[in-house]
């Protein structure tokens, strides 16, 4: 019998999704619910719950050692509470105790959902062999996690690295967090083609306003579409290069769906990266796609687990 084994959930505003994982982050058993996100709370855990009796079901779980939870922020570890901005129904909703009342009392471990994809991607992805990282995801929000020294840097609460909310405008639009001129507020995927369609980009006949589509014009060399991903870019470079600044990341990952654009964001990344992070302790500093794919976040909790089962 396999005695390695964890628990991971993956909770996010869309889709809850469970897995159990061994030791070398292979997903044996997976079980996946929409998230009922503008439902109540008690009809969101049972969501969850129902994600995890599959689980349980398993004849693989009496090898489970421990549960990892990543989920969408913010998230406090050390109240074992979450409050996800896009999920009304749970603020301060104690989503530990209730899936250690499901998991028959096995250690839970709870992190952000920045913070697991940092886990992923150090373990198994593009920063594998970095002691220091800074992993970002740039989609609907901008989120992120850190490595230092060598080991997962959640902080304490779970949410160390939500580079999205560093303020690189100090005058700049309000932003839903309420500061101003977040980097999420200027790089995130709706704030790409928000700004595409105020400059005067109109989408094709199929009408898709996504930041994809913009991605696709600027490829095609619209100066618009392109004009808005270099702004994002400058952004995405300037809170990269702060982090850098603090903390010494060696490697900036960068996954998540914007992120899928390749070069239309790339390209004026590592240009603009030129432009803020000038000391020469943060001139190595290198940039690259993320390299875990659509379990990154399962993979994350699985790791964060399996530290504290060792
Ligand atoms: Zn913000």
Known sequence: MQTDLVAALDIG????????VDGQGRILVRAQRATPAQEDGETVMRAAEEVLNLLTASPLWSGVRAVGIGSAGPVDAGAGTVSPVNVPGWRGFPLVDRVRAVTGGL???LIGDGVAIAAAEHWQGAARGHDNALCMVVSTGVGGGLVLGGRLHPGPTGNAGHIGHISVDLDGDLCPCGSRGCVERIASGPNIARRALEGGWRPGSDGDTSAAAVAAAARAGDPVALASFERAAQALAAGIAATATL???????VGGGVAKAGDVLFAPLRTALKNYATLSFVQRLTVAP???GTDAGLVGAAAAALRESR
């Open 13 to 20: 505003g869309t889709k809850i999704a469970g897995a159990l």
């Open 107 to 109: 250690p839970v471990e």
């Open 247 to 253: 903390v010494e990341p060696d490697i900036a990952v």
């Open 290 to 292: 993320a390299q875990m």
